[in-house]
DNA sequence: ACATCTTTGCAAATGATTTGCAAGTATAAA
DNA sequence: TTTATACTTGCAAATCATTTGCAAAGATGT
């Protein structure tokens, strides 16, 4: 219960608690779509908290597991949540908007197919992007 | 036959022959792996050419459909040949010395897969990358 | 409250990529 | 060939996301 709030999620991860990162983990959670750190910085800059804090958060919210950074090949790097309720999936960026969609997840065992891929590798993670055209966009 | 050449190349996609892009295209076309601007500007450096200009011809090579992209999280862009003999595929990048490497093709209808995944959007392009630990760095 | 280690705002630095501009080059018409 | 026009390039400066140095503010354990 409540495992996913960002009180807990601090205390069960060992990162020392603060106002700043409380803020910006709270605007993560909150979040349904990736944010890049600008849009979350949107979010809180009126509680005094700057753009570096916001970037050294997502480093070190990364490091503790509890957000994914989805790279864009805009250069941008968008976060997610990165909790049960939210596991890993293939995202959808519009050449047009460079607007950022969560996929559904794949419906099979991709972690064997990933795996397979790498084959003699040792993988630590898998980024899947595909590219094209949103529905606003399209329309 | 010879339709991978960087002469023929040019010609077949209507792009305007000079002598820089004819050395940059030759130096993407010897390269097994993917190359970062910055590599094959070393490459053509002695002739006199600009590292702008790599970076020119990259973007057009790639809106031709010569180059494809591959943009690793660290920020940078390597580059590929893509020619027949060169189909889509996945990379793996080493989270320790920033190495990439192309792993081998699926070995299935990849395509359904991945249009399956975009479900009711038009995907124009797929990025799977895995990163981990290259075999050198493991030792 | 005290000592110590960590975190933060601010401003400046980075590093990859892009762009303005003037000079050089390709292409086709004359 | 010349000439006119459009495109390409080197160079330097600009962008833009992200990172970093530093001194002040905050957290933690005693
Ligand atoms: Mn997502
Ligand atoms: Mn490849
Ligand atoms: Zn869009
Ligand atoms: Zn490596």
């Known amino acids: 219960m409540e495992k996913c ?3 807990n999620l601090l205390k069960i991860t060992n990162t020392v608690k603060t106002e700043a ?3 910006i983990l709270h605007a993560v959670l909150d979040s349904e779509r ?4 600008n849009e979350l910085h949107l979010m809180v800059k009126n509680r005094g908290i700057d753009l570096a804090t916001v970037y050294r958060a997502m480093k070190l919210f990364t490091e503790k597991g509890l957000v994914r950074p989805v790279h864009a090949d805009s250069g941008l790097t ?3 949540k990165s909790c049960e309720h939210n596991p890993p999936h293939a ?3 519009c050449e047009n908007c460079g607007g950022i969609e969560c996929l559904k997840p794949y419906g099979f065992d991709e972690s ?3 795996i397979k891929l790498g084959q003699q ?4 993670s898998v980024e899947l992007i595909l590219k094209g055209r949103c529905s606003s ?3």
Chains 1, 2 share one sequence.
């Not at 990736?34 to 750190?37: C, E, G």
């Not at 590798?121 to 630590?124: L, M, Y």
Request: hydrophobic fraction near 40%; proline fraction near 4%; charged fraction near 25%.
């Open 78 to 80: 968008f976060y997610e």
């Open 21 to 23: 990162r409380e803020t």
């Open 5 to 7: 709030k960002a009180d």
């Open 121 to 124: 590798k040792e993988v630590s």
């Open 91 to 93: 995202h959808f960026i």
């Open 137 to 139: 966009c399209a329309s």
């Open 34 to 37: 990736p944010m890049s750190a």
């Open 112 to 114: 064997a197919f990933f």
